[in-house]
């Protein structure tokens, strides 16, 4: 990893618009070839927010190794990370506004971070930002 690529994390308190952020995905259909399907970004619970890593900090094979454990852990198969920049998340597309991407530290990930959405938004609203993330510049899969 470079020291630019470094320096630009700044912080692990902050996510900067340069990084890439990343999904873990269990399922084969939640992509399709080099994109993610908009399932792979739907949460079960709105208020949870999104789970995701920060994929800047660290080699790509962490996050692979960190996946693997996950769905060994929940009895299912790792197939790669689907991947955002930041900045995609912020921006308001489409009248979509997410309200931030910010870090949320584990012991077990110290990549961690969530996506949130507004307080008062439905399923529906949901499907949107999902719809968003998947689509144009800058997203795409990474296979395990």
Not at 97 to 113: G, S
Request: proline residues 5%; glycine residues 6%; aromatic residues 10%.
């Amino acid at each position: 990893m470079s020291f630019n690529r470094i320096r630009r994390l700044k912080s692990f308190l902050t996510i900067c618009d340069e990084e890439m952020i990343g999904r873990e995905i269990f399922s084969s259909r939640q992509v399709k070839p080099g994109k993610p399907r908009i399932n792979a970004y739907l949460s079960r619970s709105l208020e949870d927010g999104i789970s995701v890593s920060r994929l800047e900090g660290a080699p790509v094979y962490l996050f692979h190794n960190l996946g693997r454990l996950h769905g060994k852990n929940r009895n299912q198969k790792y197939y790669g990370m689907a991947t955002v920049p930041a900045k995609k998340i912020r921006r308001k597309a489409n009248n979509v506004k997410y309200k931030e991407v910010r870090p949320d530290i584990t012991l077990e990930n110290p990549f961690h971070a969530n996506i949130w959405l507004p307080a008062d938004v439905d399923k529906d609203y949901a499907i949107l930002c999902a719809h968003n993330l998947c689509d144009g510049e800058g997203t795409g899969f990474i296979e395990n």
